[in-house]
T-cell receptor, first 114, second 113 residues
Framework: ETGVTQTPRHLVMGMTNKKSLKCEQH?????MYWYKQSAKKPLELMFV???????ENNSVPSRFSPECPNSSHLFLHLHTLQPEDSALYLC?????????????FGNGTRLTVT | AQSVTQLDSQVPVFEEAPVELRCNYS??????LFWYVQYPNQGLQLLLK??????LVESINGFEAEFNKSQTSFHLRKPSVHISDTAEYFC???????????FGKGTKLSVIP
């Protein structure tokens, strides 16, 4: 399998649940990202990992917890979410974390918080 | 940090007609510019990029964009659109030395048969 793979594609969870989103890249890239895509808003960068080290946390609430066990895998652990957290969560990777390095996106996880 | 403005949220156009999707960015000494496309139920895919050199960049499926420094614009054009071009298009920019990529809000292109 090639590219960036995200699972699950769809997730419905209650506000008291704990769930995790998974991302895997098969491109040999060194940087991985979590983005949040909400309707009528620009993509919001949540977290950046470079060589498994977190290098960016854009003031994301602590109910979102990322984990990067190796350069190919990225997780987003979710707990006690709010309805406004419903969105499409996109994982991406790039060769390096430099601004010239294009992003390769997965197809996203559509999250609905009830 | 960069800011990116996509002037049109929706653009309907008839099949085989030309289209221009507009994008303006905040000024920077050096800037990298990108267009991404998102088809329904998919993630974003890189369409084309400007890093340096020729101000006119092209994609493999007939789109082109021109970097205009004086107008701080990076508009996307295609001379003749196809039904399969129906998608949402995102302009993105980053400053040299930064790894923060700033996206616009997107433009939904609808191609009408």
């Amino acid at each position: 399998e090639t590219g960036v793979t995200q699972t699950p594609r769809h997730l419905v969870m209650g506000m008291t649940n704990k769930k995790s989103l998974k991302c895997e890249q098969h491109l040999g890239h060194n940087a991985m990202y979590w983005y949040k895509q909400s309707a009528k808003k620009p993509l919001e960068l949540m977290f950046v990992y470079s060589l498994e080290e977190r290098v960016e946390n854009n003031s994301v609430p602590s109910r979102f917890s990322p984990e990067c066990p190796n350069s190919s895998h990225l997780f987003l652990h979710l707990h006690t979410l709010q309805p406004e957290d419903s969105a499409l969560y996109l994982c991406a990777s790039s060769q390096d974390r430099g601004s010239w390095s294009p992003l390769h996106f997965g197809n996203g996880t559509r999250l609905t918080v009830t | 940090a960069q800011s990116v403005t996509q002037l049109d949220s929706q653009v309907p156009v008839f099949e085989e007609a030309p289209v221009e999707l507009r994008c303006n960015y905040s000024s920077s000494v050096s800037v990298y510019l990108f267009w991404y496309v998102q088809y329904p139920n998919q993630g974003l895919q890189l369409l084309l990029k400007y890093l340096s050199g020729s101000t006119l960049v092209e994609s493999i499926n007939g789109f082109e964009a021109e970097f205009n420094k004086s107008q701080t614009s990076f508009h996307l054009r295609k001379p003749s659109v196809h039904i399969s071009d129906t998608a949402e298009y995102f302009c993105a920019a980053s400053g040299a030395g930064s790894y923060q990529l700033t996206f616009g809000k997107g433009t939904k292109l609808s191609v009408i048969p």
